[in-house]
Structures are given as C-alpha cells and as structure tokens.
C-alpha cells in the first residue's frame, strides 16, 4: 500500500504480510534524513492474514498506519522509556461489538 507519514517520524514498523498468518517485520530508523533497515525478522499476524477491509471477528489484521500509545505487560517494564502499565486480574480487553464497554 502506499501510505505517508510524518516528515517528523524517525522510526517505523513495516509489516508484510507472507501468505496466511505469516509476515516479515521490519524496523526502520531515519538519522540525518536517511532511512535505514535496522532489524528485521518474522512475524504473526490474524489468522486470516491482513486485510484493508477489516470486519471484527473475521481473524484478520488491518492495514493502517499507527502510532504506539503506551506500553503494557504482565511483568514490571522491561526497560522502555514509555509510559509503562503492569496489567493484572483486574484489566480486561473486550472485543465484542455489542458490549457497552468495547
């Protein structure tokens, strides 16, 4: 897809997806206007691939440009300068559409 983003950015994630759930991820850093492949290696993705049409419950990931918001794990923060949440028993996700709390 061709799609744009800040002229401020100096790193972005790149997803290609492989076929099925598969994909190459790749980072990306920009020093003095230059991009450059910093890492790449394998990834997951939904089980029914990517998707730009993306429809809740049909297993796939969209296609998009995001941005992070902040970081969460079940352990403490392994070390990342963002803003850290140490999730237990009393957070939850909902992903059904027809809950007040999705």
Known sequence: ?????????TQAITVVGNGGSYATLTLHTKRNGIWTETLSCSARVGKNGITSNKREGDGKTPTGIYSFGQAFGVAGNPGTSRGWLQVNNNHYWVDDVNSPYY
């Open 1 to 9: 897809a061709n799609m744009s983003i800040s002229r401020q950015t």
